[in-house]
């Protein structure tokens, strides 16, 4: 049997090396706490410095661009619209149905073989996908269920 002074003691041992090793957690977490409360103040000067120099941009009548990402949205194609706007998945698509051989329209299995990917199925409904959401904005047509122009070329050959 334990001596009673032993089993305080003991005890006592164990607590004290909880508490050694959480303080070394504190310490590692406000560590980490320090280097992240830096990054935001970094974070939010950069910010503030990519406000004021677009600000000084607008304010000289200079014209503020933005390069498309991929997985960005598709804009309506208005009065002043360009390709450039669209994510490069997009404008690839554009491309492939702005060549001669497209002017009677493709289907979406035509439109990947322009890209050259393989007509797997999830490819297929993936660029099947981007083409109605291109129609649906304005940049192509459906001129038969399932077979798309580009709506400049429609345009170009309604206009001449």
Partial sequence: MPSVLGMPEAREKKVREEVARLREEAERVQAALVAAEGALVRLAG????VAEVLGEQAGQGGELTSGAVAGSTVPHLGGNAVVEV?????????????????????????????????????????????????????????VRPNVFVSAMTTESAAAG
Avoid: D, H
């Fill in 86 to 142: 669209l994510a490069p998945e997009y404008q690839q698509i554009l491309r492939v149905l702005a060549v001669p051989e497209a002017a009677g329209g493709m289907r979406v299995k035509q439109i990947l073989a322009g890209l050259g990917w393989e007509a797997t199925p999830t490819r297929v409904e993936g660029v099947r996908s981007r083409v109605k959401r291109l129609a649906a904005r304005g940049w192509v047509t459906e």
């Fill in 46 to 49: 950069a910010r503030e410095t």
